[in-house]
C-alpha cells in the first residue's frame, strides 16, 4: 500500500484476514495504517528510488491516495503489479483529465470548462455563470483548493484566491441529494457495484453516509450503471468510487471519481457481505470478486476536527449496535480523527440517528473529561 491512512489501514486488516502480509509506504513513521502493517517504508510518495525497492518485495501494489508521483508510480509497474495502474491514477488525480476521459462515453458530468490561466477564466465565468465553483486540478481534497463564485469576483482576484496552475469552473448544482456508488472491477474486466450510498458533506467534507439510500429502484440501477461505465471509461482495476448529485427533477451527474477505497464505503464492513477493501485485496490476488449484498442497514459518520471533535480521546458508550474507528491521530482542525458506523436490521434512518447520536455523545464526554 502506497499511503498510510485510515483506508490503508482497514485495507490492511482485510488483507490480514485474507492472509497475506500488508507492507506500507508512507513518508509518516508512526500513521494510522502502519499501526497494522508487516513492514514500513519510509518515503515521500514521489521518491522514485523508494518506489522501485518497495516494489521488488511485493506481489502488488495499490494507493490510499491519488496524491503520488506517477513517474515513481511507473516505475515501480516495471517491477510488480501496480492497480490501479499508474496511467489511471494520473488521469484520476486531474480533475481535467478524469473529465475528459469520461465525456467522450456520454457519462453525465456537472457543466464545466477547463481553466490554466485568468484568460480562461474571464471566458468560463461568462459562460458557466454565476453561482459556479473554481476547484484546482489537483492536489483538492475535502473541500481544498475551491473557490465559490457568487457574482461581481474579478477573474484575477479569483484565480489569485486558488492558486493554482490549472482548474475547472463548474456550475454550482443545487443538488437534492448526493450519492456514491463503488464498483470493484477485476484485472479481466469482471465488475461489482455495491447499491449507492447516500452522503452528507459539511464544509466540503464528508459529514455521514447512509445506505442503502432514498434513491427508488429505478434511479439507483441508473447509478449502478453509471458507475460501472465510468469505471469501464477509464479502465480501473481495482475499486471506484464515483460521487454524484441527483437533481430535483431525477437527473444524476456524476461531480467526481476516485480509484481508491472510499470514506462513504468504510460501512461496507459492517453491512455488506464483502467489504470493499476485501474486494480491492481480491482484486490485488487475482481471486474472484466477492458479493457486494447488503446485509442490514448501516450509517457512517465520521468524527473531524473542529465540526464534530474539539479532541481525538473518544469514549464510546457502549452501544452494541455500533462500532468506534480510531484512527489513533493527533487533533489538527479540519483532520478525520476517526469514524463510527451504526447498524439497523432495515432502516438506514434509525441507523443514522443512532450514528449522529454517538457522534454527539462522543463530543461531549470528551468535552466533560477536559473540563475535569
Ligand atoms: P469535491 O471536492 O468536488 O468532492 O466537493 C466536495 C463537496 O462540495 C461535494 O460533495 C458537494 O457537497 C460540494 N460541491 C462540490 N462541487 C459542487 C457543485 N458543482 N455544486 C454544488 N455543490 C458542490
Known sequence: MIGGGQLAWLFGEAAHRAGYRFHVLTPDAISTATRAADSVTVAALDDVDAFVAFAGGVAALTIDTEHIGTEALAAAARLTRVWPAPEVIATTQSRILQREALAPAGLPLVPY???RSVKDLTGAMAEIGVPSIL???TEGYDGKGQVRLAGGESPDDAWRALG????VLERFIPFAAEFSVIVARDASGNCVAYEPFENVHNEGIL???AWPSRLDDRLAAEAVSIARGAAEALGVVGLLCVECFLLDDGTILINECAARPHNSGHLTIEAAEASQYDQLVRVLAGLPLASTRRLRAAAMANLVGGLHVESSRFIPSGDPDITLYDYGKSYVDRR???HLVAVHPSDPGAALARALGERAG?????RSAASR
Do not use: F, Q
Not at 493554482?164 to 482548474?167: K, N, P, Q, R, Y
Open 135 to 137: 476547484k484546482s486540478a
Open 362 to 366: 462522543i463530543a461531549a464526554r470528551a
Open 207 to 209: 459529514d455521514h453516509t
Open 164 to 167: 493554482a496552475h490549472a482548474a
Open 113 to 115: 470548462l477547463p481553466v
Open 336 to 338: 478525520k480523527l476517526g
